[in-house]
């Protein structure tokens, strides 16, 4: 046998791992109530399933059923609770932290390395990383430079698509419509449904890309594996198992594969828990809307307000995950997060831009399909009965002035805010669409008219030249965000105001805006991810779901504008 220390011992049959006294007086204490009633040994020595049981796994008392079980877990309450507060630490921590230095001393019986292998630049890089108290505000701030990116990068793309839609493109098409003497409604329907309401959600694909390129990167490098650790011991608060991480960061890009990834999971209680707690994860689809009222309401902020959605869908998440994991999940036995932290490394361009190709390409099908059949189906509704002279009169207008009083106490109460968030149960991308074809719509007079003939060669000269402008202040943001505190280019790019950008500013004010984004934020995701809960966890847990997706934003909206009108922001 070989004597590592006084603690552990290895032998040629077994290995024994011996823990602090008070430890394996807790140890000692359980095992002998296992004994007391005839619980164990054989099999499931006693001393392993004390451990166990200290490590919050009751699922021997589970298979093990009987009116002793009750007398078993009083007393591992006891235990744990004295060696909470002997440690200050939860226990399972503190005997994984001992199995470690097991091994720690192990290895360093049995290998030899040079000094100059004994920390490698990975171990130096994390000592930082992961630290104990700078994890959690690195994670913030990187996922703050990410919102930055996308606000400041995305801008002048923005600019761009919206004025090639709004102009080229919607005039060549008016031009064709009108030399084959194309009726009226068709014209409306193209321009004012099909045009605007796909072109409104096309011009934020700039920014998703934008998004999908530093989160590649961040996971290519290795640091999202970090970041999971990171947030483990949070997560755990949470009720929440440690392998609910991936398919929580999953819910960033969108919501309905992180449901599927919860398979991973597997404890029934703790995959049902983060299944119902990923929606508040804001996806990417709802990504559109920030940016659209952060250029109108926040221009010079705009990246902030974003970053604090992002993390106000976290602490939500958080708490709405602490009450759940006390009440309805209230014996659920969260995890152990193990996972194999991979050395640092440089992002491969190749793997990192095929990720966001792929990424971004769904969002433009999706754009190019259900977005479209969406647009052209509430375009319908807007002008039926057929005749109706304003939006307000059609039967979406009709529906959506029904359910508007139900948004007054949060701001938002007229027909056109209402009915946005009606088709955003649809797809969140729809909010945006819906708000270019009633507000856009109303503006212009409802039909685009083509007041000079196009230019065709003009055209395509105007749009080839607003790329390359595009493509420069985009690069000159990079290097502006990427170097805070200073100024390397004299002057500041600002994103022109767009008809839908100038339309929102006669309907919402700052606050009414932020408390909407709020309540998109968090309010019942698109019907793909209602979907996938119904799937996977059933009808009964999906309907749960969209019940605190409603009770939450609306409570939450409520008191952000009830109580900046009592600051004297309304």
């Known amino acids: 046998m070989i004597l590592l220390n006084e603690q552990t011992i290895v032998s040629d049959s077994k290995v024994v791992v011996t823990y602090d006294p008070e430890v394996e007086a807790e140890i000692a204490f359980l095992a002998a109530e296992l ?9 499931f020595p006693r001393r392993w399933l ?7 796994d009751k699922s021997y008392l589970e298979q093990h059923a009987n009116g002793d079980c009750a007398a078993i877990e009083a007393a ?28 720690h001393d192990l290895i360093q019986q049995v290998l030899t390395r040079s000094a100059a292998d004994r920390t490698s630049l990975s171990d130096r890089i994390d000592h930082v990383i992961i630290h104990k108290w700078l994890g959690i505000p690195i994670f913030l701030a990187l996922m703050y430079l990410v919102f930055n990116l996308v606000q400041n990068v995305s801008a002048p793309y923005l600019d761009y698509i919206d004025g090639v839609i709004s102009g080229p493109l919607t005039g060549w098409v008016t ?65 929440l198992h440690g392998r609910s991480f991936v398919p929580m960061i999953l819910g960033f890009g969108c919501n309905v594969p992180a449901i599927y990834a919860t398979r991973t999971i597997e404890s029934r209680s703790a995959r049902l828990l983060t299944g119902l707690l990923i929606p ?14 952060g250029l109108a309401f926040f221009p010079h902020n705009g990246d902030v307000v974003i970053w604090s959605l992002y993390l106000i869908g976290i602490v939500v998440a958080a708490l709405v995950g602490m009450a759940l994991s006390r009440t309805v999940f209230k014996d659920a036995v969260p995890g152990i997060l193990l996972m194999e932290m991979p050395p640092y490394r440089l992002p491969s361009p190749r793997r990192v831009l095929d990720y966001a190709w792929k990424q971004s390409a769904s969002f433009m099908r999706k754009a190019g399909t259900f977005i479209l059949v969406g647009t052209i189906f509430f375009w319908a509704l807007m002008h039926l009965p057929w005749g109706v002279e304003t939006p307000r009169e059609s039967y979406f207008g009709r529906v959506s002035e029904t359910v508007a009083p139900l948004f007054a106490p949060a701001g938002f109460g007229e027909w056109e805010q209402s009915g946005a968030l009606l088709t955003g149960l649809l797809a969140k991308e729809m909010v945006v669409s819906t708000m270019s074809q009633v507000y856009v719509g ?4 409802g039909v685009t008219a083509v007041t000079a003939p196009p230019t065709f060669l003009a055209d395509i000269r105007q749009i080839a030249v607003g790329f390359g402008d595009a493509t420069l202040d985009a690069g000159k943001q990079i290097i502006e965000t990427l170097t805070p505190g200073v100024t390397i280019f004299a002057g500041e790019h600002k994103a022109d105001e767009t008809a839908l950008t100038l339309a929102l500013q006669n309907a919402f004010t700052p606050l009414t805006a932020f408390a909407f984004m709020v309540f998109v934020l968090l309010y019942i995701p698109c019907i793909a991810t209602v979907s996938a809960q119904l799937q996977e966890f059933g009808w009964r847990w999906a309907l749960f779901s969209m019940t605190i997706m409603l009770a939450v934003p609306w409570s939450l909206a409520v008191i952000i504008f009830q109580g900046g009108k009592l600051l004297g922001l309304a």
């Open 50 to 56: 004390a451990i166990q049981l200290l490590e919050g």
């Open 280 to 293: 508040f994860m804001s996806c990417s689809a709802r990504l559109p809307v920030y940016v659209i009222f």
């Open 175 to 239: 031009a064709v419509l009108q030399l084959i003497h194309a009726p009226i409604w068709l014209l409306s329907l193209v321009t004012d449904g099909m045009i605007a309401g796909v072109g409104g959600v096309l011009v934020f694909w700039p920014g998703l890309l934008v998004m999908y390129i530093a989160l590649a990167i961040l996971e290519d490098s290795g640091y999202l594996a970090r970041a999971a650790f990171v947030t483990d011991r949070f997560m755990t608060r949470m009720g």
């Open 76 to 103: 591992l309450a006891q235990s744990q609770t004295r060696l909470q507060v002997r440690y200050g630490d939860d226990v399972d921590l503190v005997i994984t932290d001992a199995r470690y230095a097991f091994v």
């Open 35 to 43: 004994a007391r009633r005839g619980m164990g040994n054989g099999r």
């Open 442 to 445: 109303q503006v212009e007079g």
